[in-house]
């Protein structure tokens, strides 16, 4: 790994979503879907995916979903299991109330939360199957209320047998109500604006490749997306306690996940940073993976040498990481001066992984540094709000002046008469226009 200056190093990268023709190809597809529905659908899923289907095996049935169970491992299923607990534990911490509050005068004020209605989540297929993602989607939507979570993924993940089954046993469990062998931007395309066979849905979310990214951008406004995620990135944060072989290995469980992953250990050590490298080099030589990591490592890895902790933690403020490992001697201590971080790691023994899939918080996460203004996905991704006001006379009568001054000076009169005629009809004394 190479060691950068902090100034000249800036994780953030200017993601080029999609070349002209692929945004051209998305276009077409998804205008497509909109126009022709089931039959486009049908023939994008037999030219792209080399699947050719009828409409009505479209929808995975039930006993495709318990056929699924006895492919995969009982320790499998145990895991899933276990983890699901733990994801919904921590989630049912973040559930929202309705709440009214009434007025002295008798009127009354409030909000009103309700769950989206139906949900659509994108399981892709592609270098690697994630049932862990279905889980991080599906159980915050489901902690919500949502009552109608639909999942599309390619049908081939599995390869000649369809759907690879560690996704349909996740998608069982976490409680996916519909699940559809469909996949890239056609599906994006059926879920946001409904076919034969796909009903629409509020909302999309879920990760996939450029042609699924486009397709969420090209969609949204008519439904909601999550985001358009970038690569994943993982800052270290360490000073010269932290073990260089821990380092090394967390660094390359997110270099292995793409060869435009990001991986950066910004520490207060010039011979820990030697044993990093050195670590990472040996560690690389025997990943499964070592291709992709090592693509990942070359480009977007780099090691960090600053003077303190405390001009570590600038560094990373400025980066703004996906995930952040702090690796140092009193990790609360500083937990206070860090503000830019999707997901914070504190000790050796909180492992990336370890978030990943089992502690509980969610992971998929803001990335490129969007970690600056915006957080993981929870259940208030999957509700919506609505003010509740009820006025009473008195407090009209009582503030009717001043709604209409203000309505007034933006250029609005009929603004102001509408609270006027209540005025007038009320027989109270005619506010005073100027």
């Given at each position: 790994m190479k060691i950068v200056p902090a100034a000249e190093f800036d994780l953030r990268r200017d993601v080029e979503y999609g070349s002209d023709e692929q945004v051209t190809t998305v276009k077409k597809i998804v205008g497509d879907i909109k126009a022709e529905g089931d039959a486009a659908l049908l023939r994008y899923t037999a030219t792209l995916d080399r699947t050719t289907l009828e409409a009505s095996q479209l929808r995975v049935t039930e006993d495709e979903l318990q056929a699924a169970y006895s492919r995969v491992e009982e320790s499998f299923v145990l895991a899933i299991r276990a983890a699901a607990v733990n994801i919904r534990t921590f989630h049912e911490r973040q559930k929202r109330n309705s709440w009214m509050e009434l007025q002295p005068d008798g009127g009354m004020l409030g909000q009103i939360i309700r769950p989206l209605r139906r949900v659509g989540v994108y399981v892709p297929g592609?270098?690697?199957?994630?049932?862990?993602?279905?889980?991080?989607?599906?159980?915050?939507?489901?902690?919500?209320?949502?009552?109608?979570?639909?999942?599309?993924?390619?049908?081939?993940?599995?390869?000649?047998?369809?759907?690879d089954p560690y996704i349909l046993v996740a998608a069982a469990e976490a409680g996916v109500t519909e699940i559809y062998r469909v996949g890239g931007a056609q599906a994006i395309a059926a879920l946001a604006y409904g076919t034969e066979s796909i009903a629409s849905v509020d909302k999309i979310c879920g990760p996939g490749n450029i042609y699924v990214a486009l397709a969420k951008r090209e969609v949204y406004g008519l439904v909601d997306i999550d985001s358009l995620a970038g690569p994943s990135e993982i800052v270290v944060l360490a000073d010269e306690t932290a073990d260089p072989e821990y380092i090394a290995a967390d660094l390359l469980s997110q270099a292995e996940h793409d060869e435009l992953a990001s991986a950066i250990l910004v520490c207060t050590s010039e011979k820990l940073a030697e044993y990093?490298?050195?670590?990472?080099?040996?560690?690389?030589?025997?990943?499964?993976?070592?291709?992709i990591a090592r693509a990942s490592i070359e480009n977007y890895g780099a090691i960090i040498v600053t003077d303190s902790i405390e001009a570590g933690i600038e560094v990373v403020n400025r980066l703004a990481p996906e995930h952040l490992e702090v690796m140092v001697q009193s990790p609360t201590e500083y937990l206070g001066l860090i503000?830019?971080?999707?997901?914070?790691?504190?000790?050796?023994?909180?492992?990336?992984?370890?978030?990943?899939?089992?502690?509980?918080?969610?992971?998929?996460?803001?990335?490129?540094?969007?970690?600056?203004?915006?957080?993981?996905?929870?259940?208030d991704d999957f509700i919506k709000k609505s003010s509740l006001i009820q006025y009473s006379k008195q407090s009209l009568l009582q503030n009717a002046s001043t709604i209409m001054e203000l309505a007034r000076r933006e250029g609005l009169e009929g603004h102001a008469r509408a609270i006027e005629v209540r005025v007038k009809k009320e027989g109270a004394q005619q506010p005073d226009s100027n």
């Open positions: 592609g270098k690697a199957a994630y049932p862990s993602s279905v889980l991080m989607n599906v159980i915050p939507a489901q902690v919500a209320g949502v009552p109608e979570i639909v999942m599309v993924t390619p049908p081939a993940t599995g390869g000649k047998e369809g759907i990093v490298a050195a670590e990472v080099e040996r560690q690389l030589s025997e990943l499964p993976r070592q291709q503000e830019n971080a999707g997901a914070i790691f504190l000790g050796p023994y909180s492992s990336e992984p370890v978030g990943d899939y089992f502690a509980g918080p969610n992971h998929i996460i803001p990335t490129n540094g969007t970690a600056r203004f915006a957080s993981p996905v929870d259940v």
